[in-house]
């Protein structure tokens, strides 16, 4: 299985801040890659897919980049309903699988 | 409005069976291809089965290979998840969760999401 490592599994940030998560994976996955937000209590929410495309109606504010083996999630400005956890997963082979997660907490 | 709704869960003792559904609703559910993703309390997702649209093609997660079968019933559009011989480490809560690309042949992209309906395992 491809193993999808995320730099932190937590992280404090304040309102306005410029947030970037990284996510490596095991071995090359091109750009086969999205992003899930999660709210507790919630369903994750896709966010970004494909490595840097922004999914209908979420705000620019959130982006994505990488290819290969090295991803990076950025939020621009944090807002404070960006608080919540982030999650990377692959889809290039099976299984899919998910990184660990990142918690973005307030400062 | 793509809604999907989990139904099913439940508290089930070890080694039993339980069959969990997904009711959709605001879409061609017939020409898309639907997971099941779970989650165990406090913990990350993990990706449990795929069906394609025309339930052409079936994948599990090695940790449920044997013991969960996923199915659909397009004239219903309801997805399925028979659960037999559960173990404790299947507590989780269980998303539907539709597939962004049509008529793929492999999981990618989860756009929609069920609520998630809880499956507890317990001796």
Redesign the interface.
């Known amino acids: 299985d491809i193993q999808m490592t995320q730099s932190a599994s937590s992280l404090s940030a304040s309102v306005g801040d410029r947030v970037t998560i990284t996510c490596q994976a095991s071995q090359d996955i091109g750009t086969?890659l999205?992003w899930?937000q999660?709210k507790p209590g919630?369903?994750?929410?896709?966010l970004i897919?494909?490595a840097s495309n922004l999914?209908t109606g979420v705000p620019s504010r959130f982006s994505g980049s990488g290819s290969g083996t090295d991803f990076s999630f950025t939020i621009s400005s944090l807002q404070p309903e960006d608080f919540a956890e982030y999650?990377c997963?692959q889809?290039d082979d099976?299984?899919?699988?998910?990184?660990?997660?990142t918690k973005v907490e307030m400062k | 409005e793509v809604k999907l709704v989990e139904s099913g869960g439940g508290l089930v003792k070890t080694g039993g069976s339980l069959r969990l559904s997904c009711a959709a609703s605001g879409f061609n559910f017939n020409i898309y291809n639907m997971n099941w993703v779970r989650q165990a309390p406090g913990k990350g997702l993990e990706w449990v089965s795929f069906i394609s649209g025309g339930s052409t093609y079936i994948y599990y997660a090695d940790s449920v290979k044997g013991r969960l079968t996923i199915s659909r019933d397009n004239a219903q559009n309801s997805l399925y998840l028979q659960m037999n011989g559960l173990r404790a480490e299947d507590t989780a809560v269980y998303y539907c969760a539709r597939d962004r690309v049509e008529y793929g042949g492999t999981p990618s992209q989860f756009d929609y999401w069920g609520q998630g309906t809880l499956v507890t395992v317990s001796s």
């Open positions: 086969y999205n899930y999660q919630k369903a994750p929410k896709l897919y494909a999914e999650y997963q889809y099976l299984p899919p699988t998910f990184g660990g997660g």
